[in-house]
């Protein structure tokens, strides 16, 4: 039988670690829990804990990978449930992690936080590994002193949004590779077809319909002036960059997310989870109500929802409930209004929370699953505006030929 190393925490909170033979993790588990132990990692004596399958860590300069992400919030929820001090639970997850930004990042947190720095200050030192929605989230765990609540309920939003950034990206897969066709396509008929078409209607002298001007433009600009146009569109690229990170620009660019074609119902759904997650976790720590509002508006992250979420709070102010400035916001979808009104009125708000944070994470999944019926009939129209735009740049001056030389005849 294969041997396991295992760490966990007794019924003190102290870290145990130890070796046993079993047949899988699960009989370690079941082991484990019958000397009243909570087990925190559990690995192959021969080898280090790897990452989930299908995952591969990261060998230099670049970001924290979101598997190892997700296995490091939930570990962590477990070590500060157990009791375990902060500082040896970083250093016991430190050893182990094997994505080498994360575990940079741990190990100099660790020493941070012994010196007596906050954890998300700590954190917030590391943007490689800990995004700004992270170490929101983390301030307010801490501010509400329900940590280990806050990390297992960011485990699950991380997990969603990954999961729901794969499937997305799975369900692009197919447009994505039409787009790249097409765009391969255009750039050969413009540096090949294009001049050969435009030295016969050179010749003939004839007047050139506006189509078929102005692929003789973009092929005369890709063929003699692609030094101008290559860098003036990775220019406009860094630039775009550069704006939606100053506050005007992501403002613009978090409410241009809502309107966006099919995708933007998805992604009103994923923020409206992050808020029902979060609301609910500190509403149930007992946290006064605008201090609660002031920590979801951080954690949502989004900068329109943000300025949404001041409006709540100034009907708090005014003695309001909740649902007022919800219902009354155009961001809010009006389900999420109505359920936190009725659990306003009856006294059940954690229990709607709860009811309406299935319900949207159950959409989201739908929505994602339906993404590729959406995009095909988008797609197909695009394609075929595309495919018509270069026939009629091509072959409206061949029709006008014909014409000409029919009636010469």
């Not at 009791?83 to 182990?96: D, K």
């Not at 729901?164 to 077809?193: D, E, G, H, K």
């Not at 860094?238 to 119902?265: A, C, H, S, T």
Request: glycine share 8%.
């Amino acid at each position: 039988m294969p041997t396991y190393i295992y760490k966990a925490a007794d019924s003190a909170g102290k870290l145990v670690k130890g070796e046993i033979e079993a047949g899988g993790e699960i009989e370690v588990t079941t082991h484990l829990a019958k000397l009243g132990y909570l087990p925190i990692s559990i690995s192959f004596k021969a080898e280090k804990a790897k990452p989930a399958a299908g995952t591969k860590p990261l060998t230099g300069p670049g970001r924290a990978h979101p598997q190892s992400l997700i296995i490091f919030t939930r570990q962590f929820a477990t070590i500060i449930k157990a009791g375990i001090p902060i500082v040896e639970g970083l250093g016991v997850l430190a050893e182990q992690i094997e994505d080498p930004v994360l575990k940079n990042a741990l190990a100099q947190i660790s020493r941070d936080v012994a010196g007596g720095i906050s954890l998300s200050q700590a954190m917030a030192k590391h943007p490689r590994a800990f995004s700004e929605l992270y170490v929101n989230t983390v301030v307010a765990g801490e501010t509400a002193g329900v940590l280990e609540s806050v990390l297992s309920k960011l485990s699950y939003m991380l997990e969603n949004d990954h999961d729901t950034r794969t499937n997305i990206m799975a369900a692009l897969r197919y447009p994505i590779m039409v787009v790249v066709a097409m765009v391969i396509a255009v750039m050969v008929l413009s540096v090949f077809v294009i001049p050969q078409f435009a030295k016969i209607y050179l010749e003939a002298k004839m007047k050139l319909p506006l189509p078929t001007q102005a692929m003789i433009a973009f092929s005369n600009t890709l063929r003699f002036r692609w030094y101008i146009l290559l860098p003036s569109i990775a220019g406009s690229f860094l630039l775009f960059k550069w704006y939606i990170n100053r506050p005007k620009g992501r403002f613009w660019w978090d409410g241009l997310k809502f309107k966006m074609v099919v995708v933007g119902e998805i992604y009103t759904k994923i923020t409206m989870l992050r808020f029902c997650s979060m609301l609910n976790v500190l509403y149930q720590a007992g946290l006064p109500v605008l201090k609660t509002m002031d920590i979801v508006g951080m954690t949502i992250g989004n900068a329109v929802l943000s300025k949404e979420v001041e409006k709540i709070k100034r009907d708090l102010a005014d003695g309001k409930g909740i649902s007022g400035a919800v219902l009354a916001s155009k961001f809010f979808p009006r389900l999420v209004g109505f359920m936190i009104s009725v659990g306003e009125k009856s006294g059940s708000l954690t229990t709607m929370l709860d009811s309406l944070y299935d319900y949207l994470n159950l959409e989201v999944k739908t929505a994602v699953k339906n993404l590729t019926t959406l995009i095909e009939p988008i797609m197909t129209a695009v394609l075929g505006l595309v495919v018509m735009g270069m026939c009629l740049a091509i072959f409206l001056p061949l029709w006008s030929m014909i014409e000409v030389m029919k009636g010469g005849g």
